[in-house]
């Protein structure tokens, strides 16, 4: 499905990799976990001399770590990095990204609705020269409710107000990265992991590829609207300084409005007779404005508290164990 890169690009093409990483953020996928590896192994250890399947165990309540141990005693080429609790999706990728040492990382989720076909697509991509090569869920939209759209679309418009890089709309964690993309996201300190913002920000040359999400095996997703709202909000406060900026204005366009009304009182008493009737109007405009400043003050208040998370400079994640690297098949090119 992917045609031929132009010339004109100036990419590289490389041979197949030495190693291949592939990193799983698990959190309770014992079952996915079960028949996703044995099957990653088979379609993916021709693409590559030795492959790396990472899973990150994002503190799981069920046996993922029983079924690693015992996948890893059949001699499937498993790592098993076991965070000490549950930390979510964002900081579990990182520990993966961080642990990883392919000269190609794939990070795809371990519940199966990442399609092995397009791993093999993405790979053949990465040969072609590209650093990034990023899924975009097809199919998706239509399947969205109209107010589901409506704020997706807000979203991509304040993250991407002003910025100097390209924040792709429905891309997601399904991607590959060539390992200079990975050591660059390695020197990215913050405590704020929107990773689809972090990867846009390291650039490279990137591709996308689309792709339609197979239907989860077992369990059900763990993104309910909540923890969507809230992974949007670090987003837009960790890339996006329009909300402040809205701050702004939305005080001098209260303050224009209340110098214009004052007039108009005054007008109003000195041409026409009337006097201004005061209650109503002062309750209403003090609701407003106590309003208008608590709003301002939550948007200030949030970027704060990204502020207060950032200078605490606790690490991202716990590592509880880790098993050895794999010990590299010496290859002839070597
Ligand atoms: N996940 C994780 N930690 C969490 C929640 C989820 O590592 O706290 C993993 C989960 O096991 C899966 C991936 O993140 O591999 C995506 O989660 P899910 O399928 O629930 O999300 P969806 O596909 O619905 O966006
Ligand atoms: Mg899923």
């Given at each position: 499905m992917s045609a031929p890169a132009p010339a004109h690009l100036g990419l590289q093409p490389r041979g197949r990799p030495q190693l291949l990483s592939v990193v799983l953020p698990a959190y309770n996928e014992a079952a996915n976990l079960a028949w996703l590896l044995p099957e990653l192994v088979k379609r993916l250890s021709p693409e590559a001399d030795q492959l790396e399947l990472l899973v990150v165990d994002d503190g799981s309540r069920d046996d993922t770590v029983l079924l690693m141990h015992g996948l890893i005693n059949q001699g499937l080429p498993l790592r098993l990095l076991r965070l000490s609790r549950n930390f979510g999706k964002e900081s579990a990728l990182t520990a993966g990204l961080d642990t990883a040492e392919g000269d190609v990382v794939i990070s795809m989720d371990s519940d199966g609705q990442h399609p092995i076909d397009t791993v093999l697509e993405m790979l053949a991509l990465w040969r072609e020269g590209h650093h990034v090569v990023y899924g975009v869920q097809t199919g998706r939209r239509a399947s969205q409710g109209w107010a589901r759209r409506s704020y997706t679309r807000i979203f991509y418009w304040l993250m991407q107000k002003g910025s100097r890089f390209e924040m792709p709309a429905d891309a997601g964690d399904f991607r590959l990265l060539?390992?200079?993309?990975?050591?660059a996201l390695r020197q990215l300190p913050e405590r704020a992991r929107y990773m689809k913002g972090l990867f846009a920000w390291v650039g490279f040359s990137a591709r996308p590829i689309a792709f339609v999400p197979e239907a989860r095996a077992h369990g059900?997703?763990?993104?309910?609207?909540?923890?969507l709202l809230s992974l949007a909000i670090t987003g837009i406060t960790a890339f996006s300084k329009v909300p402040l900026r809205l701050v702004s204005a939305v005080?001098?366009?209260?303050?224009?409005l209340s110098v214009f009304f004052g007039l108009w009182i005054v007008f109003e008493?000195?041409?026409?007779?009337?006097?201004?009737?005061?209650?109503?109007?002062?309750?209403?405009?003090?609701?407003?404005l106590a309003g208008v400043q608590l709003l301002c003050l939550g948007i200030i208040a949030e970027y704060l508290g990204r502020v207060f998370d950032e200078v605490k400079r606790r690490p991202l994640y716990v590592t509880q164990d880790l098993t050895p690297p794999l010990r590299r098949k010496s290859s002839a090119a070597t």
């Open positions: 060539d390992r200079s993309v990975v050591l059900e997703t763990h993104f309910r609207f909540a923890r005080g001098i366009v209260v303050s224009l008493k000195l041409f026409l007779g009337n006097s201004p009737s005061g209650f109503a109007t002062l309750a209403a405009s003090i609701t407003f």
